[in-house]
């Protein structure tokens, strides 16, 4: 038993009952009374029989309003309790349809994260690893790569809210290595066309050449499984 249904007895209980009891109570000390005067006083004469008579249907009047009470309540207690279950099936419904509103708006937030992700690595692999663009002004190559770049730090803000340690960890790896590979880059192009290199910046060459073929290994391992982790 529920404690609503309990708190519905214990009120049927403290208010029907005492109530009927109150009815049965005076009915009985009517009995008695007449009873007492029929026999001491009235005898059985045809006036106290009907005094006694009286006193006994007022007992049976109480009696049938205590039954009368307890049907009643018992059929309160039921139609309380059905339109208690009717109203627990509406907000398990409403429950219901809230998760799946947030689960679903959750999905599209995700989403738009990984896009996000997945935009900048194209744009990366497409701009420094295959050198697609070049025959673009400096002028917009530079507008493209900030919009990429905001986009993709306005995702990472949201990531650490929407997505799992897995998701920020790769998030952020993405972002630093890659503006490292960025920075490789720089140096080795300003190298690269310059002949018979001191020793020093032979070395920073070839650091910058080996590092960056690292990097762009492991970026490729990361949009692979890119999906998998979302």
Request: aromatic share 10%.
């Amino acid at each position: 038993m529920t404690p609503k249904q309990i708190a519905k007895w214990a009120t049927l209980f403290f208010i029907a009952v005492p109530l009927a009891a109150v009815v049965i109570l005076i009915g009985l000390v009517a009995v008695a009374r007449s009873a007492l005067c029929g026999v001491i006083y009235c005898s059985f004469e045809p006036d106290g029989i009907a005094t006694l008579w009286a006193a006994l249907i007022g007992l049976f009047g109480g009696l049938l309003a205590l039954f009368g009470a307890a049907a009643v309540g018992l059929r309160q207690v039921e139609i309380l309790d059905r339109q208690n279950i009717a109203q627990e099936k509406l907000a398990d419904e409403a429950a219901k349809m809230e998760r799946l509103k947030f689960n679903s708006e959750l999905f599209d937030r995700r989403l738009a994260i990984y896009e996000s992700a997945r935009s900048w690595l194209s744009y990366f692999f497409d701009r420094y690893i295959h050198q697609f663009g070049d025959d673009l002004s400096e002028d917009d190559r530079k507008s493209s790569e900030i919009t990429q770049r905001r986009q993709f730090i306005e995702a990472m803000r949201m990531a650490d809210f929407l997505c799992t340690k897995e998701v920020q960890e790769a998030m952020s790896e993405i972002f630093r290595i890659s503006h490292e590979f960025i920075r490789r880059r720089r140096t080795y192009d300003k190298l690269s066309g310059v002949s018979n290199l001191p020793l020093r910046e032979q070395s920073q060459f070839d650091n910058a050449n080996r590092r960056m073929e690292e990097i762009e290994e492991r970026l490729f391992e990361i949009d692979s499984s890119l999906s998998s982790i979302f």
